[in-house]
């Protein structure tokens, strides 16, 4: 099965605005006929796969009917397997401090240049090891301020 996208994306892919996309997603959603599939409501946006953005972008958008651009699939540089990677707040809970301070502290890990911690969304991930170099760094725990 392909990879679910969100609209948005779909409508970037496509050549649509993100807000044009979103409605024509919220239209088809309301017009799903029974053993329709797509697009399927997930939180608050609305998935499908590439082609069937196309089909539903197709069938209700004027502005769809334009060549779309071919979009070669990206590939990921690294895979990261989520199994061994544990989230900030993981980290932080097993480590004894708080969630705040270990994301502010991961965010400038990631500011100075460190391999990890890596954001999906808006989770900062790391192996534990790894949480315990930027715990444990006194470059990362000096907070010099700086006048503006």
Not at 29 to 34: A, G, Q, R
Not at 42 to 49: E, F, L, N, T, V
Not at 102 to 129: C, D, T, V, Y
Request: hydrophobic share 35%; proline share 4%.
């Amino acid at each position: 099965m392909s990879e679910y996208i969100s609209a948005a994306k779909a409508g970037e892919i496509l050549g649509l605005t993100q807000s044009y996309s979103a409605s024509i997603a919220r239209r088809a959603y309301k017009d799903k006929k029974e053993g329709d599939l797509w697009p399927r409501k997930i939180g608050r946006g609305y998935q499908a796969p590439l082609e069937e953005w196309t089909i539903i972008f197709s069938k209700y958008s004027r502005k769809a009917k334009r060549k779309a651009k071919q979009v070669q699939p990206k590939k990921a540089a690294t895979t990261y397997d989520r199994e061994r990677l544990a989230t900030c707040s993981e980290a932080a809970q097993f480590y004894g401090i708080s969630q705040t301070w270990a994301s502010q502290l991961a965010r400038r890990a990631n500011l100075a240049g460190f391999s990890w911690p890596i954001k999906s969304g808006r989770i900062w991930f790391a192996p534990m090891e790894e949480w315990k170099v930027i715990f444990s760094s006194p470059r990362l725990k000096s907070g010099s301020r700086q006048k503006r």
